[in-house]
């Protein structure tokens, strides 16, 4: 019964089940995050304050809203902001980069995130951006005049997914740790019990053949004799 009970072998099925529920979580806002960290992963920051804000239309963002038209809204902002001041006294360096040929100022409109149905709550979030101090942009080293404001955040579902993947990868390889050692001792014992049948089998006269008693003349002849 200990021999059965070291010999079992751990099926891969719940692992298996918590990868594929991890493949949701993971999925829950498409590619969009993935794809905001693979373009703008060497973006860098800048600091930058808020030229001016306005409401527009949700379906024509470059026109100005001044009533309400029981449409949606959102906020535009126009940002401006300095590459040469990432470098500091280092952009008077005739080897600098390329990108600080820009002008010393840059502007970059952006809109915000938020979608608002009624025109007084989108004023509302307006005058909370127009009372932030300083903002901080991301910005394109190759590209200075290309800038985001508003990069991707909402990792929660992301992070969840990955913890489900992680668990489900140390799962399968703990499983595969234990049936290889499961085979290992499958095969040393059945090496043992072949050993132990070949002893047995050498006790038991299985050695080389003993010669037998001697044919008989008269029944090889085939000659029979009647009186």
């Known amino acids: 019964m200990a021999s059965e009970n070291t010999n079992v072998q751990f099926s ?22 993935y794809d905001d ?21 949700k379906d024509a963002p470059d026109s100005l809203v001044l009533k309400d038209t029981g449409t949606e809204y959102k906020i535009k ?78 990792w929660t579902m992301i992070y969840l997914g990955a913890g489900l993947w992680a668990v489900a990868f140390l799962g399968i390889g703990f499983i595969w740790i234990l049936n290889s050692r ?10 043992e019990l072949a050993k132990f049948r070949a002893r047995r089998h050498h006790h038991h006269g299985a050695g080389p053949q003993e010669p037998g008693a001697p044919p008989d003349d008269d029944l090889n002849t085939g000659d029979t004799r009647h009186e």
């Open 12 to 33: 891969y099925m719940w692992p298996g089940l918590i990868f594929l529920i991890g493949i949701p979580f993971l999925l829950f806002h498409g590619l969009k995050p």
């Open 37 to 57: 960290l693979i373009t703008r992963r060497d973006w860098v920051p800048v600091k930058a304050t808020l030229e001016r804000g306005q409401v527009v239309s």
């Open 77 to 154: 902002l126009v940002l401006r902001y300095s590459p040469r001041s990432l470098l500091g006294p280092a952009a008077m360096n005739p080897q600098y980069p390329p990108w600080l040929l820009l002008p010393k100022l840059v502007f970059h409109w952006t809109l915000a995130p938020e979608t608002f149905s009624s025109m007084l709550d989108a004023h509302a979030a307006l005058r909370e951006y127009q009372s932030i101090g300083d903002f901080e942009l991301y910005m394109n080293p190759g590209q200075p005049d290309e800038a985001t404001l508003f990069r991707w955040n909402d």
């Open 182 to 191: 499961t085979m290992k001792r499958r095969l040393t014992d059945e090496e």
